[in-house]
């Protein structure tokens, strides 16, 4: 198992340095000077060229590369322009919403997934079906977005039964302000976890151990639970690792249509205020926040399955 | 990240299967369905603000939210604007996004994904490692973090996502390269002499096509999604331009006056994600064998 961690941890070495790349060089899409614009209009030349000093930008490409990189491993994700303090810091505030957003997302995606996948494998091409892969036809073209607003609309401003967004004080209080917007993301993202767990039971159902357990007497509700939906469970939790990334831009949006101050609404203000350091800073941290999931999820699955080799 | 994991993220494809024999292949309820939404679509965007009365985007400040009638289909906007003709006019920004968005991804990520395939060695080294680290970022997080960088605006969505969409095709491409490369015609036209390109567009892309065509559909779905959302989020289409996610941005303060603002773009969003997903699936059951 540790060799297995251990592989895995040096197989990613690369595609952190290619991230750090990627996230350093996107400052440099910026058309004209990213101080100047950082600045605005009003900005005297002396300021410009402070925030140029500031930012590296005078040094030759590569060293500022260089300087970025061990600023990176000294924790440093450099200073807001607006905010006026460190980036990490500033994450770091935010990161528990969008963290309690994408946990809260997860658990209703499951929720759903489960039985209407359940439902459609053991009533396959009958009614129950039929309607579960329009659900999912439709689902899949649906905008997040606006799924998010109607359910708004209609559950807080009509029917006042939900808070009307932000995300309140205590536990309970930030679950209750959480529901709508996690039950929007997990909406759009279990169009896709349905269709692949229903066709995933399909092939269980009709695969020979479950024959067998059939044979051996087993009550249908045992076998289903026991021989089937097991068996279904683990490739439900790779496509949901490796929807993560898809989930994680689902909370950007809906972040803005319920005013939640998570790490998407700041990337947003963040962009608006061009205050590009913030943004390079936040994209980062959710490609490394979608990396150690989806190395969590590989070894969560080796430790589960024993078809998976660990060496 | 595991390169030959066949599940892109967005979508699962299964293994490289051969085109069905043209007997067996079947036109499914689904392709019609798809080709008939999308048609009427088609034809309603192109032609219908050729012959729409109304500008999309000049107020007409004496006709503000007025409802449903013979004069206004769907009504006007806050501003007066017949809705109709911007639901138009903005089909076809959203649907030109798509094409071409989804369009280049294409050519570029199934040009990579062949030459890493094909050639392997260190051309495979060199695009798959871009491929893993780009599979990294989310993928509308990235999207959204060029536009950031290139400044907000309809064309600069075209880059994001020519930036970050041919990955999947990479992928695809290159995965169905690697079983195709080494059925025996594929052996057999080398023996005999062929070019590599030759072998590759004669003998190998129509095995590729299939799972590339399908994936396409899917994508024009997701390519409309993203170019809605980063609108809706102001880093799209500028106002007073009509785009569908823009028009459900602008629509959500008057929603308790007028519903349709907000509600008839959304439609229109799914009608079109819709049509294509139906076509997707249709083309599967028309290009792969029937089981």
């Keep these: 198992m540790s060799r297995f961690v251990l592989r895995r941890l040096i197989q990613m070495v690369p595609v952190v340095f290619g991230l750090t790349a990627v996230i350093f060089f996107m400052i440099h899409l910026v058309p004209g000077d990213p101080a100047a614009i950082m600045l605005g209009t009003r900005a005297t030349p002396e300021n410009v060229a402070q925030l140029r000093r500031n930012l590296g930008l005078d040094e030759p490409l590569l060293v500022q590369y260089m300087i970025f990189l061990r600023n990176l491993a000294t924790g440093s994700l450099g200073d807001s322009i607006f905010y006026r303090e460190p980036v990490l810091g500033l994450i770091l505030d935010h990161l528990p919403t969008t963290l309690m957003l994408a946990t809260s997302t997860i658990i209703l995606a499951v929720i759903i997934t489960v039985p209407l996948a359940t439902l459609a494998a053991l009533k396959r091409d009958r009614l129950a079906d039929q309607l579960v892969r329009a659900f999912l036809l439709v689902g899949l073209a649906m905008p997040s977005f606006w799924v998010g607003i109607n359910l708004l609309l209609l559950l807080t401003v009509r029917f006042r039964i939900f808070p009307p967004g932000g995300i309140g004080e205590g536990f309970f209080d930030q679950l209750r302000h959480l529901f709508l917007p996690a039950l929007t993301v997990a909406l759009s993202i279990s169009a896709v976890l349905v269709r692949n767990l229903r066709s995933s039971l399909i092939d269980t159902l009709t695969a020979d151990h479950v024959r067998t357990a059939r044979a051996k007497g087993l009550s249908s509700r045992a076998v289903f639970i026991w021989h089937v939906l097991r068996n279904s469970a683990m490739s439900t939790v790779t496509i949901l690792g490796l929807n993560l990334g898809y989930l994680m831009g689902g909370t950007v949006i809906i972040e803005q249509v319920f005013a939640l101050p998570g790490l998407g609404q700041l990337l947003l203000t963040s962009i608006f205020g061009r205050d590009y350091p913030v943004v390079q800073g936040i994209t980062l941290v959710y490609a490394v926040l979608v990396i150690l999931v989806n190395l969590i999820t590989d070894l969560v699955y080796a430790a589960l399955d024993p078809r998976v080799s660990l060496d | ?291």
Excluded: C
């Design chain 2, 1 to 291: 990240m595991n390169a030959s994991t066949n599940v892109v993220g967005r979508a699962g494809l299964g293994a490289a299967e051969p085109l069905a024999p043209r007997s067996r292949r079947r036109i499914s309820p689904s392709l019609i369905a798809g080709v008939a939404i999308l048609g009427v679509v088609l034809v309603a965007v192109i032609v219908g603000p050729m012959i729409s009365p109304y500008d999309p985007t000049e107020p007409v400040l004496t006709e503000t939210f007025a409802g449903p009638s013979m004069r206004h289909p769907l009504g006007t906007d806050n501003f007066g604007r017949d809705i109709l003709t911007r639901i138009l006019y903005g089909g076809r920004v959203d649907l030109m996004i798509a094409f071409l968005a989804t369009s280049v991804t294409v050519v570029v990520g199934g040009i990579l994904g062949a030459i890493a395939g094909f050639y392997g060695k260190w051309w495979d080294t060199i695009i798959m490692r871009i491929v893993d680290i780009a599979i990294a970022f989310p993928f509308l997080v990235l999207v959204i973090a060029i536009v950031a960088m290139l400044g907000p605006s309809q064309n600069n969505i075209f880059v994001a996502i020519w930036l970050v969409g041919w990955i999947a095709y990479a992928r695809i491409v290159r995965g169905e390269i690697l079983v195709v490369k080494r059925l025996e015609y594929v052996e057999a036209a080398r023996v005999v002499g062929l070019t590599d390109r030759a072998i590759i567009l004669r003998h190998i892309a129509p095995n590729v096509i299939t799972p590339v065509v399908v994936f396409a559909m899917a994508d024009m779905v997701l390519n409309i999604l993203v170019a809605a959302s980063l609108s809706f989020l102001g880093l799209g289409t500028q106002p007073p331009n009509p785009e569908w996610g823009l028009m459900i941005a602008e629509g959500r303060d008057f929603f308790l006056r007028s519903w349709q603002l907000t509600t008839i773009p959304g439609l229109a969003i799914l009608v079109v994600g819709t049509g294509f997903s139906l076509l997707g699936d249709g083309l599967a059951d028309l290009l792969r064998p029937a089981r």
